[in-house]
């Protein structure tokens, strides 16, 4: 990333310095809240387990509309966790889309499975339904893997098509497993990202647009058991305060401060969120039909955690803009099945097309909800100028 001294060096007078993502921005917002509860949290030293836990687990509950939420260490282990819960393990195959975070794959590596590729759609960036129903029959048909469950991802924010995910789900008796870390706050139509899908987990990672000031997330389920399983992984296997072992479990809640953190920002979740929408329709009123815009329908909430455009001539625009002081990011440059980690789950038979070539051609815009109108048309200037 481009550091602001270098910009002003290198570009002409008028060179602003927009970033990727600002957080101090909304820090200096919130500080005072969140100096109060952190304070609280000094004061009565419950570290791990705090009274805070279980407050922003009903809070985060009742805003996603979700039955059972469980607030858990990262957006990784969340995944881990609910994998671990539906009892995932070495011959189970897990379908996940080939354009996402190396993460998505790696925890079904990490519990044993074999993550296995699905292409995803060119205008949602998601998982492609048709694409997904292929792949599981050829599993199926191999019959070397068994199938086990499906985790379509969010990407950028915009959640996937779950509906039509769940019946090809229901028809293969397979689960859905939301990997809903870049969408908490978003929706389709009535229903929110948390109670989209039986199981979905999130990211409270910094930059996440409900981030912490550290590692953090959740896991949301409808299913009581799955529910009391993910909670007693998050503490070593335990039931509550109970010595025994009940299953194979990790170190995987989320710190008393963190949740502390949190709430303070779940408080002004919504209008953030609000801010981002219109960030976005500010960039789109303006790029449509200039670049590949993100798609923006009726009924389909993101959350935007990125505002994502495509260009063929990418790595190119890429550098003028950061000439220009605008920083820009690249999620994500390598699809899955060209990770060295996944080499040995590929069978050669992958068709993955649309994932390459989103790879090669999409950039991330400055996005936040502290960025200001000004910002964003000169990023909007700048892009304009230079695809001109
Ligand atoms: C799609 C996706 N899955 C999983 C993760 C992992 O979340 P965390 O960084 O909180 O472990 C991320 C976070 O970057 C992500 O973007």
Known sequence: MLRSSEAVASAPAEVRSVPLFDLKRQQTRLRSDIDRRIATVLD????????E??????????????????????????????LMALGAGPGDAVFVPAFTFSATAGVVASVGASPVFVDVEEDTFNMNPAAL????????????????AVMPVDLYGRP???????????????????DAAQSFGGNLGDT??????????????????????????????????????VSQ???????????????LGMTGRLDTIQAAVLQAKLSVFAG?????????????????????????EEGIGSAWALYTIRVPDRDALRATLQADGVSTALFYRIPLNRHPAFAKYLTGREELPVSERLSAEVLSLPMGPDITDDEVDYVIDRLLAAIS
């Open 44 to 51: 009565h030293g419950q570290f791990i387990l705090g009274p």
């Open 53 to 82: 836990v279980e407050a922003l687990e009903r809070d985060l509950a009742a805003f996603a509309g979700a039955r059972h939420c469980i607030a858990v260490s990262s957006g990784r282990d969340a995944l881990i966790m609910a």
């Open 133 to 148: 129903d292929t792949v599981v029959s050829q599993v199926v048909a191999d019959g070397v893997l068994r199938p086990l």
């Open 160 to 178: 996937a098509n779950y509906p039509a995910i769940a019946e090809i789900a229901a028809r293969h008796s397979i689960q859905v497993v939301a």
């Open 192 to 229: 929110s990202v948390g109670a989209l899908a039986p199981i979905s987990c999130t990211s409270f990672y910094p930059t996440k647009p409900l981030g912490a000031f550290g590692d953090g997330g959740a896991v949301f389920t409808e299913d009581d058991k799955l529910a009391e399983a």
């Open 233 to 247: 992984i998050r503490t070593h296997g335990r039931q509550g305060d109970g010595d025994e072992a009940l299953r």
């Open 272 to 296: 953030e969120l609000q801010r981002r929408q219109e960030v976005a329709a500010r960039y789109n009123a303006a790029l449509a039909g200039k670049v590949a815009t993100p798609l923006d």
